[in-house]
């Protein structure tokens, strides 16, 4: 059982990382999904508890911009002792506001939005308490992952 927690900028390809890596083997928890919940931190945390106490792997497809945000959900993981990896988007601006302006309907978010999470985000580190995956979204190619090893070497 594992908790899969994707980070990074609105438009940074992580929905299509999900539907690409994960959807066949994993649930998928979204704050997207639910955007007229009135507490969607509390709907996302039921959500990922219901998924690891029914023995089912997730994915938290969010920003997730700060240690704290992941924290949480590596407390949740712990508990169900489920494994946890992180797939951090590192930020690609220019690309992202590209993608999102492609968008329609409530997928697109405001400008404003996409750089204000830029400006939140917090690079993660293993030290978080999972594996640490880098995934770059080659246009036209796919994704390409690089595994993060403790003290920042990377692994191909």
Known sequence: MELVILVGVQGSGKTTFFRE???ATHAHVSKDNFRSNPRPARRQ????ADALAAGRSVVVDNTNPTAADRAELVALAQTAGATVACYFFPPALDASLRRNALRGGKARVP???IRIT???LEVPAPAEGFALFHVRLVDGAGFEVVAVMEGGDAAG
Not at 45 to 48: E, G, I, Q
């Open 45 to 48: 945390r039921r959500l990922v």
């Open 111 to 113: 400008d404003h939005a």
């Open 21 to 23: 890596r994960f959807a």
């Open 118 to 120: 830029a400006a939140r």
